[in-house]
């Protein structure tokens, strides 16, 4: 599971910081919000990446799913971008799960040979 959720949350790093780009264009925002807030969620990107097999790494990561979707606000592509991330960490929580029982049942048959 790590795996999958990790180069997940690496691409929503670089998705997030892009993002930072376009919403500097806005005038109504400086430049210091934007990249505080881009920064904040860059640097929870990187951070979930090693407490994501933790207790609470999966739901910190969702909470950052839903900030991603709610971004759309500043920068209406995030609304699609965020959707898409979304489904991608569903899709890499659920399968990482059944990846790691199917390496932990293979592991047992090794030791039981």
Known sequence: MRTLCSSTLIG????????????MKDD???MGTVWTVSGIAMFLCV???GM??????????????????????????????GVVF???????????RKIDEARARF??????A
């Open 107 to 112: 592991a047992a048959q090794a030791d039981a």
């Open 12 to 23: 929503e790093f670089f998705v997030i910081g892009f993002a930072g780009l376009v919403a």
């Open 28 to 30: 109504s925002l400086t």
């Open 47 to 49: 951070a979930l990446c």
């Open 86 to 96: 979304a489904a991608l960490w569903w899709a890499s929580v659920h399968y990482g």
């Open 52 to 81: 994501v097999t933790r207790p609470g790494g999966v739901a910190l990561g969702w909470v950052l799913q839903i900030a991603l979707i709610a971004s759309g606000l500043v920068v209406p592509m995030m609304y699609i971008l």
